[in-house]
């Protein structure tokens, strides 16, 4: 028999990430959201409770439901979506070097991108281009081997880099054989100092503003063959299978989305549901003609419709983390399904939050204005809200559209 009860252990779990998150996180958020800094503080308290570390993302990872990174990414971004981002960001990075990585590039490597409780650390996954953000294709940085010295050289630009420039460990992603399009791309670490690897500029943004973003470029970066996710003899036997026209796996860049896309969605559920509380709440003390403003049917409806939004979308979700767990195949593009409506559910229902606070929920003395900034990104990054889109209708129709 079907149970939509969530264990005792999954209960523990969100009820101690909520705990981290309301005493914590929001307390912070506006502060860190205004300075528009990495919360370098709050990373060192999740690190001491040993919620910022790998030995418990794997614990996560680990859980055959699936349910453990919505869950614990639903309750830390109801805390804020900035600090969320700061403490999550890593794990693209992680995740990077798990899709790819030997077992020894694993050990090696992951646990520089936490660093410890005394000195924290983050990591950064470099996928997109000024050319190249939803059109993986048209990458152009590259990566050159020297078969003499087992050295790789990568040049090129990066754009829109999750602690780009100030991540101990990045994941880099590159073309290594332009022919092959998509499938001629490689993923590499940079180890922390690397000479070529810069960061200039870094990006002023709307929301999510307390999570570092910048440009990276790379100037003729020496890595070791060491550096080269999965090896070398792996590298060329994908690439063998892919000049013969054998299916593959996809970019390592493909499967770390793939493998995030109902994280991201509980992420967008969790600030979507922030709005709605907050909105709730106050619609409840808001007295207007003599009487709370959730006495009007028009505030009441608006409430019911983001209730029920909301569940839909994390059901969504849960499906989806439960698929990707099970290795169900996404054979209608549920991953993405849950990311798109997780992502429009948390615009729409933040901005359904300001407009139940009047002209209130326009200023900065409430938490639904950025709420509302924080959401917007999630019809945007991991694949665009058209993007999902395509990848639903192409799993549907069994055609390859455009």
């Known amino acids: 028999?079907?149970?939509?009860?969530?264990?005792?252990?999954?209960?523990?779990?969100?009820?101690?990430?909520?705990?981290?998150?309301?005493?914590?996180?929001?307390?912070?958020?506006?502060?860190?959201?205004?300075?528009?800094?990495?919360?370098?503080?709050?990373?060192?308290?999740?690190?001491?409770?040993?919620?910022?570390?790998?030995?418990?993302?794997?614990?996560?990872?680990?859980?055959e439901t699936g349910l453990s990174m919505p869950l614990v990414n639903e309750e830390l971004f109801w805390g804020d979506g900035g600090i969320g981002m700061a403490i999550f960001g890593t794990t693209l990075a992680v995740a990077g070097i798990f899709a790819s990585g030997t077992p020894e590039q694993m050990v090696?490597?992951?646990?520089?991108?936490?660093?410890?409780?005394?000195?924290?650390?983050?990591?950064?996954?470099?996928?997109?281009?000024?050319?190249?953000g939803s059109d993986v294709s048209a990458m152009r940085t590259r990566a050159v081997y020297d078969e003499a010295r087992d050295e790789w050289t990568l040049s090129g630009q990066?754009?829109?880099?999750?602690?780009?420039?100030?991540?101990?460990?990045?994941?880099?992603?590159?073309?290594?054989?332009?022919?092959?399009?998509s499938k001629g791309q490689a993923a590499f670490v940079v180890p922390p100092g690397t000479p070529g690897l810069e960061s200039t500029r870094k990006i002023k943004k709307m929301g999510l503003r307390a999570s570092h973003t910048a440009d990276v470029f790379l100037d003729d970066v020496k890595l070791p063959g060491s550096c080269l996710l999965g090896g070398k003899e792996k590298l060329d036997e994908r690439l063998g299978r892919a000049r013969d026209g054998v299916q593959g796996k996809g970019s390592a860049a493909m499967q770390t989305f793939e493998m995030s896309r109902p994280t991201v969605g509980a992420q967008a559920i969790g600030i979507a549901r922030?709005?709605?509380?907050?909105?709730?709440?106050?619609?409840?003390?808001?007295?207007?003609?003599?009487?709370?403003?959730?006495?009007?049917?028009?505030i009441s409806f608006m409430l019911a419709d983001m209730r029920t939004e909301i569940d839909a979308a994390r059901l969504l979700v849960h499906r989806a983390a439960w698929m990707g767990r099970n290795s169900v195949p996404f054979t209608a593009g549920e991953g993405s399904m849950s990311k798109l409506k997780a992502g429009r559910v948390a615009v729409w229902s933040t901005e359904r939050a300001i407009q139940i606070l009047g002209g209130a929920g326009y200023s900065r003395e409430h938490p639904v204005e950025r709420m509302h900034r924080d959401a917007k990104i999630y019809d945007i990054f991991e694949g665009t809200e058209q993007i999902q889109q395509l990848v639903i209708a192409r799993a549907i129709s069994g055609m390859h559209l455009t």
Not at 9 to 22: M, P, Q, T
Not at 158 to 181: F, M, R, S
Not at 276 to 293: N, Q
């Open 158 to 181: 990066k754009a829109w880099a999750t602690n780009g420039g100030i991540a101990n460990i990045h994941v880099v992603q590159a073309v290594v054989d332009p022919e092959l399009g």
């Open 274 to 298: 922030a709005a709605y509380e907050y909105a709730l709440e106050y619609a409840k003390d808001r007295v207007a003609f003599g009487r709370p403003i959730i006495e009007n049917q028009s």
């Open 1 to 63: 028999m079907t149970s939509f009860e969530l264990s005792e252990e999954h209960r523990e779990l969100r009820e101690w990430v909520h705990g981290f998150a309301a005493d914590v996180v929001r307390p912070a958020a506006a502060e860190w959201d205004e300075r528009e800094e990495t919360p370098w503080p709050i990373l060192q308290e999740a690190a001491k409770i040993e919620l910022y570390n790998f030995e418990t993302l794997a614990s996560f990872w680990g859980d």
């Open 108 to 132: 090696e490597f992951i646990p520089q991108c936490y660093g410890d409780a005394a000195a924290p650390k983050v990591g950064a996954f470099c996928s997109s281009e000024p050319e190249a």
